[in-house]
């Protein structure tokens, strides 16, 4: 199983705490270091210094970051012009030397649209988005050097585009889908994802998700084994209890709603959790950490978690 580093920048983090989280998950041997792209924040709390954008982040850790892996959990279709979105993850992936994947998602979070004017469409129009979008960046992607491409959707048009610049990996950028939907989601994880992510379930919900994703790959025709599946959880880990107790806090949880909802505890309590996970197919699993002032947690995952679940 890979371990990717998960963060969320709109609780409260200035691109150099970024930085630094970066430059340890890649350090400690982490596979990835993603970020979710949210322009405020959620729950309590004020979220200073204020967002920052995913991709300009991106592009800023992808000159000083060498190997890790680098990415959004998710991007909004209903954020950016998809158009503009396959230069700005082609230009990301360039300047990392191919270590780019995009996670697109039909965006959920309404307050930050009304917060920043962002248009907020219903549920199926918000796919509708999506849809499009992932069929119109491949696309775009895809398009050999020298041809144009055209583009006819409900939404968008883009007519003798010259399909540039491509990005470094071929034939493009993983993406990664994910979501709970029960028919949109998974057929179109099927068609254009190179992962799936069942997100913040449950051992029973991801199994589940897992099963009807796989389902998808069989009615469209593609081998389900060539679909990468992940998790994503909240995470703490102490070496004992009362670290336990302590980290839970500053992440904003009792240990109680840790253990319900999240992967905690004591390392060897956090290896079997993961193996759970791989049980069900889970080959990546993303670590939400919330503290990210705590250098010394992302140490001890990488040492007392990582060699025994990768």
Same mark, same amino acid.
């Given at each position: 199983?890979?371990?990717r580093i ?7 983090a ?6 630094t ?8 041997g982490?596979?990835?270091f993603f970020r ?18 995913a991709?300009?982040t991106l592009a800023?850790?992808?000159r000083?970051?060498?190997r890790?892996?680098l990415?959004t959990?998710?991007s909004?279709?209903?954020?950016r012009?998809?158009?503009v ?9 360039q300047m990392?030397?191919?270590?780019v994947e995009l996670g697109?998602?039909?965006?959920w979070y309404?307050?930050e ?11 199926p129009?918000r ?14 992607w895809?398009t ?7 583009f006819a959707g ?5 007519k ?10 071929q034939?493009h950028p ?10 949109r989601?998974?057929a179109? !994880?099927?068609?254009y994802a190179?992962? &799936?992510n069942?997100?913040f379930r $449950? *051992?029973?919900g991801?199994k589940? #998700? ?6 998808a790959?069989?009615?469209?025709g593609r ?6 599946l992940s998790?994503?959880h909240?995470?703490v880990?102490?070496?004992d ?10 992440a904003?949880w009792?240990v109680?709603?840790?253990h319900?909802s999240?992967v905690g ?10 193996g759970?996970? !791989?049980e069900?197919g889970a080959d990546? &699993?993303?670590?939400?950490?919330? $503290? *990210?002032?705590?250098?010394?947690h #992302?140490?001890?995952i ?7 679940v990768?």
């Open positions: 199983m890979l371990l998960f963060t969320e920048p709109q609780q409260g200035s691109y150099d705490d970024l930085l989280v970066a430059r340890r998950t890649e350090e400690c982490f596979d990835a979710s792209d949210h322009y405020l924040v959620m729950g309590d709390g004020d979220g200073l210094p204020g967002p920052t954008d991709w300009i800023g850790l992808a000083e970051t060498q890790i892996k990415g959990l998710v909004s279709a209903t954020f012009n998809p158009g979105l396959a230069i700005s993850v082609a230009q990301v992936d990392s030397g191919g270590r697109l998602g039909a965006g309404e307050a649209h009304a917060a920043y004017g962002l248009d907020f469409p219903d549920t129009g796919f509708d988005l999506l849809t499009e979008q992932l069929e119109l960046i491949t696309g775009l895809d050999p050097v020298g041809e144009k491409y055209d409900k939404h968008y048009q883009l003798d585009s010259p399909a540039l610049p491509k990005p470094v990996q034939p993983p993406i990664i889908v994910g979501g709970a939907g029960k028919k989601t998974p179109l !994880a099927a068609q190179a992962e &799936f069942a997100g $449950d *051992l029973d991801t589940v #998700l897992f099963d009807r994703v796989r389902a790959c069989t009615t469209a081998d389900p084994e060539t679909l990468a998790a994503a909240r995470v880990v102490g070496k209890d009362a670290e336990v107790e302590r980290r839970a806090a500053a904003g009792s109680e709603e840790l319900k999240g505890g004591t390392p060897a309590q956090v290896v079997d959790k993961l759970q996970f !791989a069900l990546r &699993f993303y670590l939400q950490i919330m $503290d *990210l002032t705590d250098l010394d #992302l140490d001890l990488a040492s007392d978690v990582l060699p025994h990768s």
